[in-house]
């Protein structure tokens, strides 16, 4: 979780060491329209997401964050040659 002062040009920032990102997306509440404190970083390929991830613990302004590959619910059994995991879940972190 980061600081809810931290803004999207921050992270950008900090992320775009590890590899080119695509998007950036900070959690809001619908209600007040303030973050709720953690977001996903798309990054443009698989390596830079694996580099965030080789480091998952950063601190970003003066709040130490944790990140974690991004999951779109629980992963199926297994199919005999299908992927396990999409190119874009590969790519996107959780912060």
Known sequence: ???????????ISEYSKYGE??????????????????????????AGARNALKEPQKKIGNKITSCQLASTGPVPAP????????????RKIFE
Do not use: A, H
């Open 21 to 46: 990102t695509e998007d950036c997306k900070v959690v809001v509440d619908k209600r007040t329209g303030k973050s709720k404190g953690y977001e996903f970083i798309l990054f443009k390929r698989r």
């Open 1 to 11: 979780m980061f600081s809810p002062t931290t803004t999207i040009e921050t992270l």
């Open 79 to 90: 199919l005999p040659n299908v992927p396990q995991v999409s190119e874009y879940t590969q």
